[in-house]
């Protein structure tokens, strides 16, 4: 389906401004235009249009303008709008799929004999399809690697990614079943696409990639010369290096012998070939798009910058030195004015992030640049964006993130929370709280931490479901807890199901009338918007159907009606991806660390889609697979090209920024380009660059604290700095009780109200130290848990989760599972950077791979599996979860208790385990344990141990009774609120020491 091609030959001519009306007004023909960074080419397309409409007279609707993305496409149309004076008004600008689904629209149902259009499915459902398809797809048809991975995502995103690549490089059925025949992990695929394009056709959906392909049958299927097939006279395509090989054929059909084509490019910003984006197009223009006659395709190029200054242009230039980037367009003049290029290098990642934050404060004060012309930059969403978003918001700097989607803004989370909440809210008390935490903590019902546990505390002593505490503890909340107890409205479509909600909550009211909550409205409306879309599109998707999709995939990422206010300052914080066509004074681009910018992972898919030969079939010949020092190459020269474009975005300043943690981790070295760049007119400097003054009230603050603080400064300079801080009638400077955490002296009536429901950890804590476990658990004094309780959590919920997927099928959970677990549950936790979030990946698998190879009792099955249980001691009422209870081949049973920390306890203190005791009492009270058996035993297990094997310590049976009235002792004392401190060599880690009158530090705050 691709027309023939000749030879090649290209009439070349570099351009200065002077020179530029001549070639404006040369429009008939194939022409080239390539340009450097912001020489123009866009503007040089602009231009020809207004020539082509406003002086030859063409009539709008014979000149078609094309790019690649919906957003350049709205900034190029809204530019051709403002170029064309004539009556007929501008040329609006497509995207390639908009162009291909119009001429879809036009001719389908004469040349494919469609009835009507079928709707477009987006990436996120296709996915979805894919894997529908595969979890019902016969095993036998996989290669035995793959059997195992029919009802994952991972196998579903590598398919889908798959049949993209395949529709883009035009390879049909025969196609694939002969490369298959060739390659034995593919032999599937042939005929599960086929089923693919069935059940697509049944369902009345097309996938872009099929979406291009029909649109070039069609085309071709039609005589050149058949009246309004081919209805453009001209076609101009900007961003040529960022098409694909189908988009090119597309092209070609289209503009008929006379090929009036004029496309720009700069191949230094071909950036986008992981999405299939082929730089050859470029080099093969000339020979895609000769003429009949052979008269030479006409390259123009432009050479002079009008935005890239001097020294940011020589710095950008410097990295392409010895990578041999394809498609040079020869020297370019720079812009005029200064510019100035930075490298700063920090060691730790909170560093980097606060300073960038500091500078534009700074750029914003001193030198009046309004925020939204200043941009940070990254290289990938999944490492430093939390850091900086942090830092900026800190500061108040308003700013956008791109992992920020419309389905992440408050005011949209309240819904999806809702809906999530009412579809575990059938599950039990003991499911997940996550949802409807978010709910109670969000702007509906804004409650503090403080009542949210107190809620949360009251539910777990009373055993209750989330709906009965919601109406008990929470004023107003009826109308919550009736979508809690009905959850139908979240299996309606998603758009009713929406609605349903929006009428039943009374707290949504205020929002509608608050003018300051105008873009709360806006979200939600955009939020309508997209499910009455979905709707639209599929009405089988129910509102928990969006959710899945939402939270599997970048799903309505971008929706139609924007719920942000255009004319408000914000801050640019994006990918350099993302960042294609903008331009800003001041670039920074942060986390540029070896490993990351560049990245030269091989990222090689399970089915290696990377091998799909790029060539149609009526030209394919025999290829050898590219050798892997050619695959690093051409990475790198793809790296180079997206540092080069994100440099190149600046008009003013750019400034590189990484964190050095040493040579220990390869993460954390900054990137071999910062040396390439680095040169005449680059100023260095490292995280030891001199402090400067504040220039704001609240740096000022934290200037001045930093000052008081500090030891190493003279006496006055503290004292000067205290003084100041204590005057709270300094303009912008917060009075010291707002930041200090001091609590207001109150009554004196106690810390325990009524009968306490009581804990294992209650019982460990309070033997450990009375006062501590007054201070920290019942007045919540100190840090919290922080990581470690998170990392535990991450692993009980994967332990349990592994196990009782394996148990339906009567057998032990694999390494496998449990690693595949944990990469989806390590998403939902919080360890502040990446770099932690890392290290703790790491701790978790080490210990996964420990218990799985060691596992303490291979031949014991779980019974029971974070199972709930109480007893009655003392005249109190104790709660406790164990996490495995499971079968002895004698057929008594085994309380396990996962422990994730690395220092076991001795045997001995095991023996006499409060924790382990309660479990081996209250086990063996319980009537749903006792049908299975006698419990004759009760464990530790830490894998995380130094030991070759999991590390286990055994409670002794023979210690019940003395536990027992431990036990009862301990309710009794924490009744009658004896806290009496016990001092001992577990005071010197202890975090509440400050406030501890058994230390001379902790005794000022008990003096009046």
């Known amino acids: 389906m691709i027309p023939g091609a000749g030879t090649a030959r290209f009439a070349e001519r570099r351009l200065r401004p002077e020179d530029w009306d001549a070639a404006v007004t040369a429009t008939d023909g194939p022409q080239l235009v390539v340009a450097g960074p912001g020489a123009g080419k866009t503007e040089f397309l602009v231009r020809r249009v207004a020539h082509l409409i406003d002086q030859r007279g063409v009539p709008s609707s014979a000149v078609l303008a094309v790019t690649f993305s919906r957003r350049a496409a709205a900034g190029f149309g809204d530019r051709l709008h403002r170029a064309v004076a004539g009556p007929d008004g501008g040329v609006g600008a497509s995207t390639f799929h908009s162009l291909a689904y119009r001429l879809l629209e036009r001719h ?91 059940e697509l056709d049944r369902r009345g959906r097309i996938d872009y990639g099929t979406l291009m392909s029909r649109a070039i049958q069609v085309l071709a299927d039609r005589p050149h010369e058949e009246s309004g097939v081919r209805p453009y006279r001209y076609v101009l395509v900007d961003e040529y290096q960022d098409t694909t090989r189908a988009q090119a054929v597309l092209l070609r ?50 050479s002079t910058s009008f935005r890239t200054p001097v020294e940011i242009l020589r710095a950008a230039e410097r990295l392409t030195f010895g ?68 830092a900026l918001e800190q500061r108040s700097i308003p700013h956008e993130r791109p992992d920020m989607r419309l389905a992440d803004h408050p005011a949209a989370r309240v819904f999806l929370d809702l809906a999530r909440a009412a579809l575990d809210s059938g599950s039990g008390p003991s499911t997940g709280s ?68 929006w009428a039943r909550l009374p707290q949504l009211r205020p929002f509608v009338n608050d003018p300051e909550r105008g873009e709360f409205r806006a979200a939600w409306a955009s939020l309508a918007q997209a499910l009455a879309r979905v709707a639209d599109r599929d009405p089988s998707i129910t509102l928990i159907d969006y959710i899945r999709l939402v939270e599997s995939d970048d799903f309505e990422a971008s929706p139609l009606l924007s719920y942000r206010d255009p004319t408000e300052d914000r801050m640019v914080l994006t990918t350099i991806h993302q960042t294609k066509g903008l331009e800003f004074d001041v670039v920074f681009i942060a986390d540029a660390v070896e490993g990351v910018l560049p990245d030269l992972s091989r990222h090689r898919s399970l089915l290696q889609v990377e091998h799909l030969d790029p060539l149609p079939s009526s030209a394919r010949g025999t290829r050898p697979e590219p050798a892997p020092d050619r695959s690093i190459t051409r990475r790198l020269q793809e790296e180079t090209r997206l540092l080069y474009t994100g440099m ?37 400097a490292g995280a030891g660059a001199a402090a400067v003054r504040p220039v704001t009230p609240r740096e000022a603050e934290t200037w001045l604290r930093r000052i008081l603080v500090d030891p190493a400064e003279h006496g006055h300079r503290r004292l000067a700095a205290a003084t100041v801080l204590a005057t709270t009638s300094r303009p912008g400077i917060r009075p010291p ?57 991450l692993i009980h919920t994967v332990l349990e989760k592994a196990e009782r997927w394996a148990a339906r099928e009567d057998r032990p959970s694999t390494l496998e599972e449990a690693l595949t677990l944990l990469e989806s549950e390590m998403s939902r936790q919080d360890f502040e950077t990446e770099s932690l979030r890392h290290a703790w990946l790491r701790r978790a698998r080490e210990l996964l791979e420990k218990l799985y190879t060691a596992w303490p009792q291979p031949t014991g099955r779980p019974v029971f599996l974070e199972h709930r249980v109480r007893l009655e001691l003392g005249g109190a009422s104790w709660l406790g979860r164990i996490d495995r209870i499971e079968r002895n081949p004698d057929s008594t049973l085994r309380v396990v208790d996962y422990k994730t920390g690395k220092s076991p306890p001795t045997n001995e203190e095991a023996r006499n385990s409060l924790q382990l005791g309660f479990y081996y009492l209250a086990s063996n009270a319980d009537p749903a344990i006792a049908e299975h058996g006698p419990v004759t035993g009760a464990e530790f297990w830490y894998p995380h141990a ?9 409670f002794g049976a023979d210690r019940e009774a003395e536990i027992r009235h431990r036990l009862e002792e301990i309710a009794r004392l924490i009744h009658e609120e004896d806290w009496k401190p016990r001092p001992g060599s577990v005071c010197r880690n202890c975090d509440v020491r400050l406030v501890c009158p058994a230390w001379a530090e902790g005794q000022e705050a008990y003096r009046r």
Not at 273 to 300: C, K, M
């Open 108 to 198: 389908a149902h004469d040349v494919l004999g469609w009835d009507s259009l079928p709707s477009i499915l987006t990436g996120p459902e296709q996915v979805d399809l894919v894997s529908e398809l595969l979890a019902g797809d016969p095993a036998g048809n996989w290669p035995v690697p793959f059997r195992r991975l029919l009802d994952s995502r991972t196998l579903a995103h590598e398919v889908t990614d798959f049949i993209l690549r395949a529709r883009e490089q035009l390879l049909d059925h025969a196609d694939l079943a002969r490369i298959a025949r060739e390659r034995s992990d593919w032999r599937a695929l042939p005929g599960f696409i086929a089923r693919y394009d069935s």
């Open 253 to 302: 059909w289209l503009v008929g012998p006379e090929r009036n084509l004029t496309v720009a490019a700069d191949p230094y910003q071909s950036i986008y070939g992981f999405r299939g984006a082929d730089l050859g197009n470029v080099q093969r223009f000339a020979e895609d798009f000769l003429l009949t006659d052979e008269h030479p395709v006409r390259r123009w190029v432009l």
């Open 323 to 390: 990578v041999d980037l394809p498609g040079a367009a020869g020297p370019v003049e720079a812009a005029a004015g200064p510019g100035r290029v930075e490298i700063r290098v920090f060691d730790q990642e909170s560093a980097e992030a606060e300073w960038i934050a500091a500078q534009a404060t700074r750029l914003r004060v001193e030198q009046e640049i309004p925020f939204h012309r200043m941009a940070v930059l990254v290289r990938t969403k999944r490492r430093l964006l939390r850091e900086l978003s942090r």
């Open 434 to 501: 996550g949802p409807i935490r978010r709910v109670l903590l969000g702007p509906l019902f804004n409650f503090s931490v403080g009542r949210l546990r107190a809620v949360e505390r009251n539910r777990r002593l009373l055993d209750m479901e989330w709906s009965e505490a919601i109406r008990a503890h929470v004023e107003g909340g009826e109308e919550l807890a009736g979508l809690l107890d009905d959850p139908s409205w979240i299996h309606r479509t998603a758009i009713e199901g929406f609605w349903h909600a």
């Open 648 to 684: 190149t975005r600046a008009y003013r300043r750019v400034v590189l920024t990484a964190t050095n943690a040493g040579s220990g981790e390869a993460h954390h070295r900054p990137s071999r380009f910062l040396e390439v760049i680095a040169g005449p007119g680059v100023d260095i």
């Open 737 to 793: 009780q707002s930041y200090s955490a001091v609590r207001r002296e109150g009554a004196d009536r106690g810390i325990v109200r009524g009968r306490r429901r009581l804990s294992p950890s209650d019982a460990q804590g309070y033997d450990r130290c009375p006062r501590r476990f007054a201070l920290v658990r019942l007045l919540e004094v100190g840090a919290g848990g922080g990581p470690y309780l998170a990392f535990g959590a």
């Open 946 to 954: 130094p030991a070759k094997k999991v590390t286990v310590r055994s």
